[in-house]
């Protein structure tokens, strides 16, 4: 199963190097990781499959949650990249007539 989450710092270098570190450390494999900047916090999106045992999914959320400068981990239904690229599709599932304004997809 894969599980989708993001995760708030404080920003810093290294934070996708931990992170990779500890899943590859429980031999997990990363799907799609995304880091979004905001001042001085750090979004960090990842996808990773998870283990057959949810003592090792507990152990892995309770090791991310050590990451230096992690503030909030939380599961999410979708990454920021799945809800730009849907958006995209009903825009264009909604095109009559082939011709749309450029700011239409850029806001």
């Known amino acids: 199963m894969r599980l989708k989450s993001e995760l708030v710092f404080r920003d810093r270098v290294g ?12 031999e997990m494999s990363i799907y ?7 001042g001085d916090r750090a979004m960090v999106y990842v996808e990773f499959e998870t283990s057959r045992r949810n003592d090792t999914d ?9 990451i230096e400068g992690l503030e909030q981990i939380q599961l999410v239904d979708s990454l920021p990249y799945e809800e730009r690229e849907n958006r995209f599709k009903v825009l264009f599932d909604n095109m009559s007539d082939g011709v749309f304004p450029l700011t239409a997809i850029i806001a």
């Not at 934070?15 to 429980?26: C, E, M, P, R």
């Not at 507990?58 to 050590?66: G, N, V």
């Open 15 to 26: 934070i996708v190097a931990d992170i990779s570190a500890l899943l590859a450390g429980f």
């Open 32 to 38: 799609s990781m995304e880091v979004v900047q905001a």
């Open 58 to 66: 507990k152990l892995i959320f309770e090791r991310l949650s050590r």
